[in-house]
C-alpha cells in the first residue's frame, strides 16, 4: 500500500476525542448560561473559563437573546457545530 493511501486511524480517533471534549465543554457551557448556572461555583467558573477562549472567536455573530441571568447564547452553539465540522473534515 502506498503512502498516499494509508489511513491513521489513531490520529483520527485523537481529533474525534479532543474535539469531543471541547463540544462536551463548550455544551455545559451553553446549558450553564441557559439555566442561569452562578458562575460563584468553583464547577461552573471553571467550565466558563476553560470554554471561554474557544468560544470568544464567535462572539458578536449574532445577538444574544434572553436576561443576564438566564442567556441564550448563540455564539456557543455556532462554536459547538464549527468545531465539529473541523474535527470530522
Known sequence: ?????R???RAAAVVGFIVGVVDILIAARFLGKLLGASAQSAF?????TV???????FQGIFGN???KANSFETADLVAIIVYAVIGWG
Open 1 to 5: 500500500m502506498t503512502e498516499e493511501g
Open 51 to 57: 470554554s471561554g477562549p474557544l468560544v470568544a472567536p
Open 65 to 67: 437573546g434572553g436576561s
Open 7 to 9: 489511513y491513521n486511524f
Open 44 to 48: 461552573v467558573s471553571f467550565i466558563y
